[in-house]
């Protein structure tokens, strides 16, 4: 294990990561896994259906974005290839990053 050194790490926070699939939900942020998580999840605690009801995700900040956000910044820091989108998707979908849902696979 390495540790990083202060200029790094420093780097590192300041870049933005998405973390995980996020719903808003009476006015609540849910998280998990991926999207249709989530919404089991509700299904179960709440016994409500709800579908595409603000789906989003959340970054390394803790600040909500849609699909749309989470795409460019899953873009500009690597967190997507080439192959795990077609050149007309401009949003974001869990099973997209789904393996690579990481905060700090480059600090180590």
């Not at 780097?11 to 996020?22: H, L, N, P, S, V």
Request: proline share 1%; net charge neutral; charged share 30%.
């Amino acid at each position: 294990m390495r540790y990083p050194i202060l200029g790094e790490l420093i780097t590192m926070i300041k870049k933005r990561y998405i973390i995980c699939a996020a719903i808003k939900y009476k006015g609540q942020v849910i998280l998990g896994h991926n999207h249709g998580d989530i919404l089991q999840n509700i299904k179960l605690v709440e016994g409500d259906y709800i579908y595409q009801e603000n789906q989003g995700f959340i970054d390394n900040q803790g600040i909500f974005l849609t699909r749309k956000e989470a795409f460019k910044i899953a873009i500009e820091n690597g967190q997507l290839n080439k192959e795990d989108f077609s050149d007309k998707e401009d949003s974001l979908r869990s099973e997209m990053i789904g393996n690579r849902l990481w905060l700090l696979k480059e600090i180590y």
